[in-house]
């Protein structure tokens, strides 16, 4: 998946979890929780959606780096490449 592809799918469930807001118009250094009014029952949910819909696993000591849209992309981002550096030294 590419960041375009990756922001899609945090603003979907962002929307899910405050059908309220407007995520699209998150600009990426806003802190998410806080601009969207999203408690941390939410964030938290978020969370665990965004780690099934993208096969990733954010840990719990990770929660506090993802607090912006850069910084959750960043992160993601990096979680793919692990998973795709992963994915190719596996023995065929």
């Not at 849209?69 to 981002?77: A, E, K, N, P, V």
Request: glycine content about 4%; charged content about 30%; hydrophobic content about 35%.
């Amino acid at each position: 998946m590419n960041q375009d592809e990756i922001k899609q799918v945090i603003l979907k469930l962002l929307k899910n979890i405050a059908p309220d807001t407007e995520p699209e118009k998150l600009k990426q250094d806003d802190n998410i929780r806080r601009t969207l009014g999203i408690d941390s029952f939410d964030y938290l949910q978020f969370i665990i959606g965004l780690d099934k819909a993208l096969s990733i696993q954010t840990a719990e000591e990770d929660y506090g780096k993802v607090e912006t849209l850069r910084s959750l992309l960043d992160y993601i981002m990096s979680k793919n490449k692990s998973v795709a550096a992963s994915a190719s030294q596996q023995p065929r």
